[in-house]
């Protein structure tokens, strides 16, 4: 069975690191790698910045957007 690698999310999509470079990731219980996970350098950095600074400046990145899903959310149904 070939172990689960996971991608970096890019300007819109998983992408490996531009190296082709991976680490282990472990598992804390057992020690044992479970995955591995594409190892960003520099240029993936650059290129992250980049995707971000050509989108419009009032556009909000996925994670705020996830931060106002959620916060409208507790506000229409509350917290529980």
Do not use: C
Not at 13 to 29: I, K, L, R, T, Y
Not at 34 to 46: C, E, F, H, L, R
Not at 59 to 69: A, H
């Amino acid at each position: 069975m070939e172990m689960e690698k996971f991608k970096m999310y890019i300007d819109g999509e998983f992408v490996e690191a531009a190296s082709g470079e991976w680490f282990d990731s472990f598992d804390p219980f057992t020690g044992e790698v479970w995955s591995q996970v594409a190892a960003g350098g520099p240029t993936d950095v650059n290129r992250a910045v980049e995707a971000r600074r050509l989108l419009p400046a009032d556009q909000p990145t996925s994670i705020v957007r996830l931060k106002l899903r959620t916060e409208h959310s507790l506000k229409v149904h509350g917290q529980k």
